[in-house]
């Protein structure tokens, strides 16, 4: 048996309930994630821009500071700082700023030697940066090498300096400059003041001088032959 038609409810064109409208317990609470959200925003966007342009601040004022007359001193510092900064000196000759935001702090560095009656600024850094690779070895030999060869292999170069440091061997050792460990040591791994000389030391021709070769050059020349600490 049929239903008629009249009896169907129709949903085409039927109007859609009215939205109940917030109360203002709910808008208080969404204006104020709102208000919250911009503030925080706010407090980050502040701390970054008084980091920036305080770095920027004090930065030329390194840069600018030539002589005497233009000392870039400790006391002045607090004037190039832009924001609100927290002050800490933690130990003599370093000076620190930093800017606390959302989750994420900013930090300059200022150092400076204590000792020295103007408290001149030496040097800016960031809190975050990583700290300077340490200076590679160096490739010199030292005075006494430097002198063995001047006797044997007259006469050196005029260009070439070495090093004066104290190892605590007494010795002719250029196999330390043997960076693959291999060794023997390469005219690209011996000291620059080695060069002149090197096609002598190497008296086999292999374009690599050995401890073997090393000993005999020792041995040849008088000198004390070097032993597992020296060599």
């Known amino acids: 048996m049929s239903t008629p038609a009249?009896?169907?409810?129709?949903?085409?064109?039927?109007?859609p309930p009215a939205k109940r409208p917030r109360s203002p317990k709910e808008r208080l609470l969404v204006w104020g994630g709102i208000g919250l959200l911009l503030v925080l925003v706010a407090v980050q966007a502040h701390a970054r821009f008084g980091y920036e342009k305080s770095r920027e601040k004090l930065q030329t004022a390194l840069n600018h500071d030539t002589g005497n007359s233009s000392l870039?001193?400790?006391?002045?510092?607090?004037?190039?700082?832009?924001?609100?900064?927290?002050?800490e000196e933690a130990?003599?000759?370093?000076?620190?700023?930093?800017?606390?935001?959302?989750?994420?702090q900013y930090g300059l560095i200022l150092k400076?030697?204590?000792?020295?009656?103007?408290?001149?600024v030496t040097d800016l850094q960031t809190v975050d940066a990583p700290p300077p690779p340490p200076p590679p070895p160096s490739r010199d030999l030292t005075?006494?090498?430097?002198?063995?060869?001047?006797?044997?292999?007259?006469?050196?170069?005029?260009?070439?300096?070495?090093?004066?440091?104290t190892y605590p061997y007494e010795g002719f050792?250029?196999?330390?400059?043997?960076?693959?460990?291999?060794?023997?040591?390469?005219?690209?791994?011996?000291p620059p003041q080695m060069h002149y000389c090197f096609?002598?030391?190497?008296?086999?021709?292999?374009g690599a001088v050995d401890r073997a070769e090393l000993e005999a050059l020792l041995e040849k020349n008088g000198k004390p032959k070097s032993g597992d600490k020296e060599m």
Do not use: C
């Open 6 to 15: 009249n009896d169907t409810p129709s949903t085409l064109g039927s109007t």
């Open 72 to 87: 870039f001193s400790i006391q002045d510092a607090d004037k190039h700082i832009v924001g609100w900064a927290r002050r």
């Open 112 to 120: 400076y030697d204590p000792k020295d009656p103007m408290n001149a």
């Open 91 to 104: 130990e003599p000759g370093k000076v620190t700023y930093t800017w606390s935001g959302l989750g994420k």
């Open 173 to 190: 050792n250029p196999l330390r400059f043997d960076d693959n460990r291999d060794g023997k040591l390469t005219r690209a791994e011996a």
């Open 143 to 165: 005075y006494s090498e430097w002198y063995w060869l001047e006797q044997w292999f007259p006469p050196p170069p005029k260009d070439y300096h070495f090093r004066e440091v």
């Open 199 to 206: 096609d002598k030391i190497d008296t086999n021709g292999d």
